[in-house]
């Protein structure tokens, strides 16, 4: 007879006691399980060229075009419809990529190690806010600042984090979430901490001042600098709990601007998905809902290791950004407790008296309260090529709980 319980508890024990460190850079293809050449990862789960969102397709377009394997959009387009090009989910390659999650051969990764379990994750460099590849943009510019970031933020940040011996990414989490982060969509603390880490290194290890100017800038001005690596290390907390037996604890959760699809941990591998939903948004001037994609991105690992939208009561000011009152970021945390198993033994809320965050989702609380876990996201264009145009806020679809509920009870005969 399995205790789900244990189960539960052996699972969200792995989550709180990983403790990921960024240690260098390196080409996706030298260092992810499983990469080659004609490959292209994206988030969320599996999906086909026939259901491809606006700013998948756009990112992949674009990636194609960076990797030198096609001149302009209309090849790169023709052929990802030829079945040359194999798509498969970040979060079966330990990665994890924000937005449409386009993660190509050729590009830098960091590489994040969970320090504990011995578990290797990865994720690209972050752009920025707007007219960005993950938004689905693929223009001129688009494809030059990916260039300047492939020949020179990313070999200087390498060069910076191997100077230093690695940053833990847990305590910067930590720390953030004492001065106003959630650790998804607001990260201005945690990028200010980590950019100022790198700095000092950056300045010594830089192959020229101009170059230091450049990155540390680049990195300063950025508040979202930290996410990817943020995002990679909340996928290495979360696979560390992965596959226990006769746990109800979701270990992944990921969209890709169709689907949104969850794991659990007691169920092994099986993507269990639905449509996914249209963002509760704040907009930027001249967007409306209509030309808004669907919910979108791996960024919601965040979650799943019991930060971001379950952590906003540490992040009143968020609302500003993704609509609302500071009392909704409170009423958001509250309710995430109601659906997860533990709080959290490192990651604490000043507002709350210092409560652990809500971690390790349960599909049984989920089912039963009828609460689905709340993300915090960007919202991008529904058509390639154009880019965010808001943020917001959303809940999963109900039905992947249930389902996977009653997939559990089939397997253990509960």
């Not at 260098?24 to 599996?46: Q, R, Y």
């Not at 490192?346 to 689905?372: H, N």
Request: glycine share 10%.
């Amino acid at each position: 007879m399995i205790n789900i319980t244990e189960a539960n508890q052996k699972v969200v024990d792995a989550f709180m006691e990983a403790r990921p460190v960024a240690t260098t850079m390196a080409k996706a293809i030298d260092v992810v399980p499983g990469m080659h050449e004609n490959m292209l990862l994206h988030a969320g789960p599996p999906v086909t060229y026939e259901r491809l969102s606006g700013p998948t397709r756009g990112a992949m377009m674009g990636a194609l075009i960076f990797e030198g394997k096609a001149k302009t959009p209309e090849e790169a387009d023709k052929l990802l419809r030829s079945g040359k090009i194999e798509f498969a989910p970040c979060n079966d390659h330990m990665c994890a990529g924000p937005m449409a999650g386009v993660i190509s051969p050729s590009m830098l990764v960091y590489v994040i190690e969970n320090k504990t379990h011995g578990i290797k994750t990865f994720s690209n460099l972050n752009e920025g806010r707007g007219k960005v590849l993950r938004m689905g943009a693929y223009s001129q510019d688009v494809l030059d600042k990916l260039h300047w970031m492939e020949t020179v933020l990313g070999p200087t940040v390498k060069g910076a984090l191997e100077a230093i011996g690695g940053v833990d990414i847990r305590a910067i989490i930590a720390k953030s979430l004492h001065m106003g982060d959630d650790g998804h969509n607001r990260e201005d603390a945690a990028s200010v901490l980590w950019s100022m880490q790198l700095a000092p290194y950056i300045a010594k290890t830089a192959k020229d001042s101009q170059t230091a100017f450049d990155v540390i800038k680049f990195l300063g001005e950025n508040a979202l600098s930290i996410l990817n690596p943020i995002m990679a290390s909340c996928k290495a907390m979360t696979a560390a709990g992965e596959n226990v037996e006769g746990s109800t604890v979701v270990t992944i959760m990921a969209r890709n601007g169709t689907d949104f699809g969850i794991k659990v941990s007691g169920l092994g591998d099986r993507w269990f998905t639905a449509q996914s939903p249209i963002v509760k948004a704040l907009y930027f001037p001249g967007f409306t809902e209509a030309d808004a994609c669907r919910d979108i991105g791996d960024s919601v690992i965040t979650e799943t290791a019991g930060i971001g939208g379950f952590a906003m009561a540490a992040a009143p000011a968020l609302v500003t950004f993704i609509g609302g009152v500071p009392k909704d970021a409170i009423n958001t945390t509250l309710d995430m407790y109601e659906i997860t198993f533990a709080e959290h033994k490192m990651f604490t809320i000043p507002y709350l008296d210092f409560r652990g965050t809500p971690t390790g989702v349960d599909i049984r609380k989920v089912v039963e309260k009828q609460i689905a876990p709340r993300v915090n996201t960007g919202v991008a264009h529904k058509d390639p090529g154009i880019g965010q145009v808001g943020a917001g806020v959303v809940s999963a679809p109900m039905s992947l709980f249930e389902d996977a509920l009653v997939a559990f009870a089939e397997k253990y005969g509960v």
